[in-house]
């Protein structure tokens, strides 16, 4: 079912300003780079509408209007996504999925309109990190993923959440998972973790509750969506660990930030998979902007970003991560110089330049407009 939401955003001059669309028949209208690119959209004076999924009350501030559904099956994406990528009004459409990537760059072949391709991730690497990923449904999602390349290739503007990713192209602009703001938050009395992001084991969720099980004296906060194969087992290990482990499900990026502020470490214990070898989570620039250290395992792509910061720790697995937290929890001195270090790092590392600004620009490029200023962060 469609649910659709008019914002009190639009005044009397609104149709003077040009209407954006951000088409996903693949990700939740909570998502964080979502949010990032509809403020940054906002702030450089443009109209957004989102038609994605979800609960529209998730969505991010100052829409035009957003266009939500339930989350479809596999096989139901691509109709979704050509049914979203024609209803899309916009002058320029914005992917976030290979699906929704295919199905907007077909709809503006068709009408005089612009396409920008958003990919955050490796589309086939990460079909090696889903267990779905077998089978018909493995062959399904490589064609998904191929569709999205190539509509990628063809887009007027190709947006990449990193540097290695569509290396093939020789022009690509690079719009990284990073916070608008450096925060300095209080940290809590009582020593307590957090990961945000999506909860799965692949991404190091038994390690996580591992670690705080051993450690005796942490706490953990998951906040994110968990991954269904991984429920049931996360059920049984938290009645046994009581309120130290406390699972908050989907959040609003703001809402998980307020919950994450505080914390004494932020996990990202990726396992060594195709999809992560060479990625760089957002949740790490996040922590660190948010003075938080980081907990992460030494893949290269993050351990560059942890030991560039020196405010954080490598560790290869949860018991490592315990001995790593009763450390922390027994020289709260010497953690409180990584809360600083953190906050230090991101206030003057030139990542945080290259965030949902770089996205603003790209559209004005594609409607011809004059640079604002404030698409830039």
């Known amino acids: ?29 909570a998502d ?17 509408e989102v038609l994605g999924l979800g609960d529209a009350a998730d969505a991010p501030a100052g829409l035009e209007r957003v266009r939500v559904t339930t989350r479809p099956p596999l ?43 958003d990919v955050h991730e490796d589309y086939r690497a990460v079909l090696e990190d889903r267990r779905w990923s077998r089978g018909l449904a493995k062959v399904a999602g490589r064609v998904l993923a191929q569709s ?19 290396t093939e192209l020789p022009e690509r602009v690079v719009v990284r998972n990073v916070p608008d703001v450096v925060e300095n938050g209080a940290r809590d009395d009582s020593p307590r973790a957090v990961y945000v992001g999506d909860v799965r084991a692949s991404r190091g969720l038994f390690e996580m509750v ?39 499900g989907r959040l609003r990026p703001d809402e998980s930030w307020r919950i994450a502020a505080g ?33 992460a395992t030494p893949l290269h792509a993050q351990a560059c970003l942890v030991e560039d910061a020196a405010a954080g720790a490598l560790v290869p697995d949860g018991d490592a991560a315990a001995r790593q937290l009763d450390a922390w929890a027994a020289d709260p001195d010497a953690h409180a110089a990584l809360c600083r270090a953190a906050l230090d790092w991101a206030s003057t590392s030139s990542a945080y330049a290259e965030g949902s600004g770089r996205m603003a620009a790209a559209v004005e490029a594609a409607l011809g407009m004059e640079p604002t200023g404030t698409a830039r962060v």
């Open 210 to 248: 591992d670690a705080v099980e051993r450690s005796e004296v942490w706490s953990l906060d998951l906040v994110g969506p968990v991954a269904a194969d991984d429920r049931d087992a996360l059920a049984s290990r938290v009645a046994a660990l009581g309120d130290r482990v406390r699972i908050h």
């Open 263 to 295: 914390a004494w470490a932020g996990f990202s214990l990726l396992h060594d998979t195709p999809a992560f070898r060479e990625a760089t989570p957002s949740k790490i620039y996040e922590y660190l902007a948010h003075g938080i250290p980081v907990l």
């Open 1 to 29: 079912m469609i649910q659709l939401r008019r914002t009190a955003g639009s005044d009397a001059d609104a149709p003077a300003r040009p209407l954006v669309s951000i088409v996903t028949s693949g990700h939740d209208v």
């Open 32 to 48: 964080a780079r979502l949010h990032r690119h509809v403020s940054a959209l906002v702030r450089a004076g443009m109209r957004v």
């Open 75 to 117: 096989w139901r994406r691509p109709l979704l996504a050509a049914e979203l990528a024609w209803r899309a009004k916009g002058s320029v459409l914005i992917s976030l999925d290979p699906e929704s990537a295919f199905a907007a760059w077909t709809r503006v072949r068709l009408t005089r309109r612009s396409v920008i391709v």
């Open 148 to 166: 999205g390349i190539l509509a990628a290739r063809r887009a007027d503007v190709t947006v990449v959440a990193d540097s290695h990713l569509m």
